[in-house]
């Protein structure tokens, strides 16, 4: 089974850019549908954006309306990686983010539908 390792977080002020990293080891991650998640202090897990393949090339990508415009995740075949590439960085945007692997048939958007997660990288935006 695959394992994931994120990394990339750090602080940044408002406008700015950061990339983040999800390693997958044990296995490859085109295997499963990759989804990025972030949970900030009080609040719920939510869903930020997801990928899913059509061989070893990316097929589809998915975003949440927040992020849409701003976020983008592509992968690094080669490296097991999967990058999520954060523009335009707002104060809201401020969370513990985690890459996570769906392997069965499910609805991406939702937390339940992920199998296997990451440790999470903090992400935080001052203003």
């Known amino acids: 089974q695959v394992q994931l390792g994120e990394s990339g977080g750090g602080s940044v002020q408002t406008g700015g850019s950061l990339r983040l990293s999800c390693t997958a080891s044990?296995?490859?991650?085109?295997?499963?549908?990759m989804g990025w998640f972030r949970q900030a202090p009080g609040n719920e897990r939510e869903f930020v954006a997801a990928?899913?393949?059509?061989?070893?090339?990316?097929?589809?990508?998915d975003y949440a309306g927040s992020v849409k415009g701003r976020f983008s995740t592509s992968p690094d075949m080669a490296k097991s990686t999967l990058f999520l590439q954060m523009n335009n960085l707002k104060p809201e945007d401020t969370a513990v983010y985690y890459c996570?692997?769906?392997?069965?048939?499910?609805?991406?958007?939702?937390?339940?539908?992920?199998?296997?997660w990451g440790q999470g990288t903090q992400v935080t935006v001052s203003s």
């Open positions: 044990g296995g490859t991650f085109s295997s499963y549908i």
């Open positions: 996570a692997a769906m392997s069965r048939v499910g609805d991406y958007r939702l937390r339940s539908s992920y199998d296997i």
């Open positions: 990928i899913r393949w059509s061989g070893q090339n990316a097929e589809y990508a």
